[in-house]
């Protein structure tokens, strides 16, 4: 026995300290030194065969001993052979560098060479070769990630954080720490419009991320840029033609847990009117209870349908490849959900905290039917001239029904008896908001590699509609804990029928030139041009109130269901006499010069802008307004300069200065009351002026190869009349508050950013971290006891973050590149730190936004026919979204207190999954 365990324990120890025979090495660019990722390494007249890792590696495991030829490729790279002798143990690493079958040399921002300006590798390059400050997501990024909007992929940028939509979806992007407002959004390079009905930022959930290419987020401006963005600038560069014929295919399904776990209630949608009756009949028709179908109100509650995700892209080069053409197009029908408390509160006299006055319990059912189709079109006539054209169409179909129960805590509540009053409260809608942008652009070589020509003709529309939307209220009571719906309310606004509509049309041309020459031996380029749009919107809204004609009709008896019910309308005229129905325009005209001096270590740019804005609004129902029609015409100049300095071969290091401004948005401006939502009523400042600001940006680069990178930044802005919203009281009728505008004095917001993206052969890493801090000090109400003891309303000044700022955001996603067996897996956390979701007018009443942390998940496995399968999951944690009050009322029972805070409203919106196919030629 014991010479048994002598021989075995020989026998472990000989294999432990065997060297296993293999083949290591890695593969380069030959013009870079970049790594490259997927090339094919395959020793001929054997089996070996490999791709190479995220950082270019590769290793053949137990080769045979001998001289063989190695064979080494990689699309757009011209094939390498190199004979190797190869030994039983000890063999060197290799390193070895493919050249590209033709130049591919990037611009200073555009890619030049076809079909590369989806990958990583060229995502790197952008960001070290850009004039301004960029961060790029890579169209391969994209289609890895767990995300299906661009919404959702934003938030993978170091430095911004998303604004969700009632189903937990991104919908818009916070660039450090700048609300929504302070961004502005282009594709391929040209501003679009918002379909909005109030704001000019864009939703960005109503874009495909599939239909892109890449994404590019510009945090400096420089002079040719339009300079309306004091966060960032979010240019969507969408798919363009391959150098050879190539088809992209993908479909899949999926679910939410919501709805697995409960019904998902809909309505019938194919009863909804488009048009109001006073727009169907004229401004003196009375409308009747048949102009009002109710398929609205005819409520269903089942499992739904699958989710479906599909997508399909064309594309080639003809006639001798002078002709390219480019097709795409996306389709999503989506099932999401929420489960929501709300505790809407009030401050009280005697209390310097809220307190709450009812809980109200929400279900959010919502079918999202998301379309895009793009065309992009160029033919190059010779190396001097060629003109290209594109068209793009998304279009956001969403189908909501919002079912809520109010609890009353102000009468007749008993906690212990179970005794309360409710509203049974059903909200339906359609909303359908669209973009569409049609480009054609020129670019001329006038003298050979002297001056250069660049101009752009666009059209670009959106448009939002709200049609019929439905809110109806039903009386009911909490009895020994079981609840019940009782009558139909016979006053107020028991049950609105409500038509909103806004249309946008941007006529836009740019005209650019170029003129590159020497200077005392530095390389110079001037650059100067312009742009003129004429952007008009229209707005409409209409509303009618109806009520019961039979006081009390108690549910049961009187009516079983909401079509049952008898109405009468109080305001058979409607009610367009709204701030929200106006017409408005917007005329922008811009000059700048800029200038580029480039050394072998530094490049310079710098200029000047100038921006003339003559913006105005008519209100077509002033009623009794004082300023029925307004305007604002101003001019700004805006003076930037960039520096890059280039500190060794692969790193620089860059340093910006630039002035921006943000404009008011046309709801903004006109005065009178506009949308009542659900606690408090809207209301514009004819007043309120844009905002300025002077922005200093420091990055530190480095790019040791085509995959990874290392980034260090530090921002400082400070912003003159920054634009906040605050609820006020209106000066004759407190108990009246107003959501308004205005400008508060100065702001401040710095903060500092980290990106950081490093691949080891199949592993990777991509995190990024960003603080931010700003303060800005407004005017807040407070109440003291005065001597005698009565209570006295005061205004005291306090400072606070910006509006919609976190002092802490960051994304870690960790990759996994199978190579050979095409299993690719990637992981995704994104975290968002406290921020301010609503200023109150009282002191320390602000309404706080929860830190909270997403994570999602995606893979995908790759076979030979070209066919893939992929999975993606979306929330994995079932993150909340809580909003909370700083401080608790120690006199209310009522209030749901944590962690040393009130708890306002809890959204929970479960996971979802989807499974799909995918096929690439």
């Known amino acids: 026995m014991k010479s048994t365990l002598q021989v075995l324990l020989c026998l472990l120890l000989s294999i432990a300290t065997a060297k296993a025979t293999s083949l290591k090495g890695y593969v380069y660019d030959q013009k870079t030194g970049e790594a490259i990722a997927g090339a094919s390494v395959q020793l001929e007249q054997t089996d070996k065969a490999v791709l190479t890792g995220l950082d270019g590696s590769f290793e053949i495991k137990h080769p045979p001993a001998g001289t063989f030829t190695l064979k080494v490729s990689y699309l757009m790279y011209k094939a390498l052979l190199k004979q190797i002798?190869?030994?039983?143990e000890d063999n060197p690493t290799l390193k070895i560098y493919l050249s590209e079958s033709k130049d591919k040399d990037l611009s200073e921002v555009?890619?030049?060479?076809?079909?590369?300006?989806?990958?990583?590798?060229?995502?790197?390059?952008?960001?070290?070769?850009?004039?301004?400050?960029?961060?790029?997501?890579?169209?391969?990024?994209?289609?890895?990630?767990?995300?299906?909007?661009?919404?959702?992929?934003?938030?993978?940028?170091?430095?911004?954080?998303?604004?969700?939509?009632?189903?937990?979806?991104?919908?818009?992007?916070?660039?450090?720490?700048?609300?929504?407002?302070?961004?502005?959004?282009?594709?391929?390079?040209?501003?679009?419009?918002?379909?909005?009905?109030?704001?000019?930022y864009v939703p960005l959930d109503i874009f495909p991320s599939e239909l892109l290419e890449r994404l590019e987020v510009y945090k400096t401006l420089t002079p040719n840029m339009e300079a309306d963005a004091i966060g960032g600038v979010v240019n969507m560069v969408m798919k363009d033609a391959p150098e050879k014929l190539q088809i992209n295919a993908n479909l899949a399904a999926g679910y939410s847990q919501m709805f697995i776990d409960r019904d998902f209630m809909g309505f019938n949608a194919s009863d909804i009117s488009h048009k109001s009756p006073y727009e169907v009949n004229g401004k003196d028709y009375k409308a009747t209870t048949s102009?009002?179908?109710?398929?609205?109100?005819?409520?269903?509650?089942?499992?739904?349908?699958?989710?479906?995700?599909?997508?399909?892209?064309?594309?080639?080069?003809?006639?001798?490849?002078?002709?390219?053409?480019?097709?795409?197009?996306?389709?999503?029908?989506?099932?999401?959900?929420?489960?929501?408390?709300?505790?809407?509160?009030?401050?009280?006299?005697?209390?310097?905290?809220?307190?709450?006055?009812?809980?109200?319990?929400?279900?959010?059912?919502?079918?999202?039917?998301?379309?895009?189709a793009h065309a992009k079109l160029d033919y190059v006539f010779n190396k001097n001239h060629k003109l290209s054209l594109y068209n793009a169409y998304v279009n956001l179909n969403s189908l909501q029904l919002r079912d809520s129960k109010?609890?009353?805590?102000?009468?007749?509540?008993?906690?212990?008896?179970?005794?309360?009053?409710?509203?049974?409260?059903?909200?339906?809608?359609?909303?359908?908001?669209?973009?569409?942008?049609?480009?054609?652009?020129?670019?001329?070589?006038?003298?050979?590699?002297?001056?250069?020509?660049?101009?752009?003709?666009?059209?670009?529309?959106?448009?939002?509609?709200?049609p019929d939307q439905n809110n109806i209220n039903i009386l009911g009571v909490r009895e020994n804990f079981i609840d019940r719906r009782t009558y139909a309310q016979a006053i107020g606004d028991a049950y609105t029928r409500r038509w909103e509509r806004n249309t946008e049309d941007d006529k836009a041309g740019y005209l650019d030139f170029t003129y590159n020459t020497l200077i005392a031996g530095i390389k110079t380029e001037f650059t100067v041009g312009g742009l003129y749009r004429d952007k008009q919107r229209s707005s409409f809204y209409n509303q009618y109130v109806l009520t019961t004609n039979t006081p009390f009709a108690l549910y049961g008896t009187d009516f079983n269901?909401?079509?049952?019910?008898?109405?009468?309308?109080?305001?058979?005229?409607?009610?367009?006499?709204?701030?929200?129905?106006?017409?408005?325009?917007?005329?922008?005209?811009?000059?700048?010069?800029?200038?580029?001096?480039?050394?072998?270590?530094?490049?310079?740019?710098?200029?000047?802008?100038?921006?003339?804005?003559?913006?105005?609004?008519?209100m077509l129902f002033p009623a009794a307004e004082l300023r029925p029609i307004g305007s604002q015409i101003y001019t700004d100049y805006l003076p930037s300069l960039n520096l890059k300095y280039k500190l060794a071969d692969k790193q620089q290091l860059r340093a910006s200065y630039f002035r921006s401004l943000n404009r008011p948005g046309f709801y903004e401006i006109v005065p009178g009351t506009g949308?009542?939502?659900?606690?408090?009523?809207?209301?514009?400042?004819?007043?309120?002026?844009?905002?300025?600001?002077?922005?200093?940006?420091?990055?530190?680069?480095?790019?040791?190869n085509g995959n990874d990178q290392l980034l260090v930044g530090a921002f400082y802005k400070k912003i003159k009349n920054p634009i906040e919203y605050t609820i006020q009281a209106d000066p004759t009728r407190p108990q009246d508050t107003y959501y308004i505008p205005g400008n508060f004095g100065d702001a401040r917001n710095y903060g500092l950013e980290l990106d950081y993206i490093k691949f080891i052969h199949k592993f990777g890493i991509k995190a990024n971290y960003t603080y931010t801090h700003s303060r800005i000090t407004t005017s807040k109400s407070t109440r003291y006891r005065d001597e005698a003891g009565d209570l006295q309303p005061a205004t005291v000044d306090q400072s606070r973050p910006l509006y919609g700022q976190s002092e802490h955001i960051g994304n870690i996603s960790l990759l996994y590149k199978g190579g050979k067996n095409g299993f690719d897996a990637q992981i995704?956390?994104?975290?968002?730190?406290?921020?301010?979701?609503?200023?109150?007018?009282?002191?320390?009443?602000?309404?706080?936004?929860?830190?909270?942390?997403?994570?999602?998940?995606?893979?995908?496995?790759?076979?030979?026919?070209?066919?893939?399968?992929?999975?993606?999951?979306?929330?994995?944690?079932?993150?909340?979204?809580?909003?909370?009050i700083k401080g608790t009322n120690p006199n209310d029972p009522n209030a749901t207190v944590f962690d040393g805070k009130t708890l306002i409203r809890n959204d929970y919106y479960k996971q979802t999954y989807l499974l799909g196919l995918r096929y690439k030629l």
């Open 675 to 704: 949308l009542i939502q659900d606690d408090y009523k809207e209301k514009g400042n004819p007043d309120l002026k844009r905002a300025m600001a002077d922005n200093f940006d420091l990055r530190y680069e480095l790019f040791p």
């Open 85 to 88: 002798v190869i030994l039983k």
């Open 291 to 372: 102009d009002f179908p109710k398929g609205m109100v005819d409520y269903t509650s089942k499992h739904p349908a699958p989710n479906v995700i599909g997508g399909l892209s064309i594309g080639n080069r003809y006639f001798n490849n002078k002709f390219g053409i480019l097709l795409a197009g996306s389709y999503q029908n989506n099932y999401r959900g929420s489960n929501s408390t709300f505790y809407n509160s009030q401050l009280v006299a005697t209390d310097k905290v809220e307190k709450v006055k009812n809980m109200d319990e929400r279900q959010y059912s919502e079918q999202q039917k998301r379309y895009g």
């Open 561 to 618: 269901n909401y079509t049952e019910i008898n109405w009468t309308i109080k305001n058979p005229a409607g009610s367009v006499d709204n701030a929200l129905t106006y017409d408005a325009s917007e005329k922008t005209t811009a000059g700048y010069g800029m200038v580029t001096l480039s050394t072998e270590k530094l490049q310079i740019i710098g200029g000047l802008r100038i921006e003339h804005t003559n913006q105005g609004y008519k």
């Open 406 to 466: 109010l609890v009353d805590f102000s009468s007749e509540y008993d906690s212990e008896k179970g005794n309360a009053k409710l509203i049974y409260a059903t909200r339906t809608r359609l909303t359908e908001q669209q973009i569409y942008n049609g480009t054609l652009q020129g670019d001329h070589q006038l003298i050979a590699e002297k001056l250069k020509l660049h101009w752009s003709a666009v059209y670009s529309s959106a448009k939002n509609e709200v």
């Open 828 to 884: 995704a956390a994104a975290y968002t730190g406290p921020r301010i979701n609503t200023i109150s007018q009282f002191l320390n009443n602000d309404l706080w936004q929860q830190g909270f942390i997403q994570m999602d998940l995606s893979a995908e496995k790759k076979f030979k026919n070209n066919l893939s399968i992929f999975v993606k999951g979306g929330n994995l944690l079932n993150t909340p979204l809580k909003l909370f």
């Open 110 to 200: 555009l890619i030049s060479g076809k079909g590369d300006g989806g990958s990583e590798k060229t995502a790197r390059r952008i960001e070290q070769k850009s004039l301004q400050l960029v961060n790029v997501v890579s169209g391969r990024a994209i289609e890895a990630s767990p995300d299906l909007t661009v919404a959702n992929v934003i938030q993978r940028v170091s430095g911004i954080s998303i604004e969700r939509s009632s189903n937990g979806d991104g919908q818009y992007a916070i660039v450090r720490g700048m609300d929504k407002r302070y961004n502005y959004t282009l594709v391929n390079g040209v501003k679009i419009p918002s379909p909005d009905n109030k704001f000019r």
